[in-house]
């Protein structure tokens, strides 16, 4: 079974800095990668996605991620962020089955 | 908005009791997914149906069950409840089967008490 690793499950940042969420994923033969972010009170919002191709992804607000496969990763990344990216972010992953997993998520606090 | 529609969007009962929750997917997508959310165990995901039929099995309790109708709403039905089934509870849907890609909805929010 697929599985998804989001090591910080905080990250403060001051607006305008850049910032990573960082991911990773077990190994698959195929594999696919979103990011999704869930903004307060409301459903998870497809950020980005992977399912082959260029290994740079770029998703909607400014954000993009590289998929690494010798290392397993999936990184998400802003070069500046807002007050208004203040959102929990998850990443998911679907193998051969196409079961979406979840990541236990990575609050992202962008301080003023 | 995503188009995804959940009711109720708040929820609140004792246990013991039973609830029914409710969903309408975006127009066109034959694909509808039930996950639970809360603080302990994250996003889990509960059930998968497609096209009226059952597509595939998470972790959900045998307490729980869903079914998807022909107009393709789908009711996620919560029986003999206890404390720990608190949570949100969100319905997603998608055009195949077989993507990544869902669309969310707002989720209801059940609290039991």
């Known amino acids: 079974a697929q599985s998804v690793t989001q090591l910080d499950s905080q990250v403060p940042v001051f607006e305008e800095a850049p910032v990573e969420l960082r991911c990773n994923y077990s190994s698959s033969v195929s594999v696919y990668l979103f990011w999704y972010v869930q903004y307060p009170n409301q459903g998870l919002q497809l950020l980005l996605k992977y399912l082959s191709g260029s290994t740079l992804v770029k998703g909607i607000n400014g954000f993009e991620a590289e998929f690494n496969k010798s290392q397993t990763s999936f990184h998400l990344r802003k070069p500046s962020v807002h007050i208004s990216d203040t959102a929990e972010y998850f990443c998911a992953s679907s193998g051969s089955a196409r079961q979406l997993t979840f990541g236990s998520g990575t609050q992202l606090t962008v301080l003023p | 908005d995503s188009g995804v529609t959940q009711t109720p969007k708040h929820l609140i009962t004792a246990t013991g009791q039973r609830v029914t929750l409710r969903c309408s997917p975006r127009?066109?997508?034959?694909?509808v997914y039930w996950y639970q959310q809360s603080l302990d165990q994250g996003l889990q995901f509960l059930i998968q149906?497609?096209?009226?039929?059952?597509?595939a099995k998470g972790n959900i309790l045998e307490r729980f069950s869903a079914q998807q109708f022909p107009d393709l709403h789908s009711e996620l039905n919560l029986s003999s409840l206890e404390l720990g089934d608190s949570a949100l509870y969100f319905c997603a849907s998608s055009v195949s089967p077989n993507t990544g890609e869902l669309f969310f909805g707002e989720g209801s929010r059940l609290t039991v008490l």
């Open positions: 149906y497609y096209n009226g039929e059952e597509r």
């Open positions: 127009s066109g997508d034959l694909s």
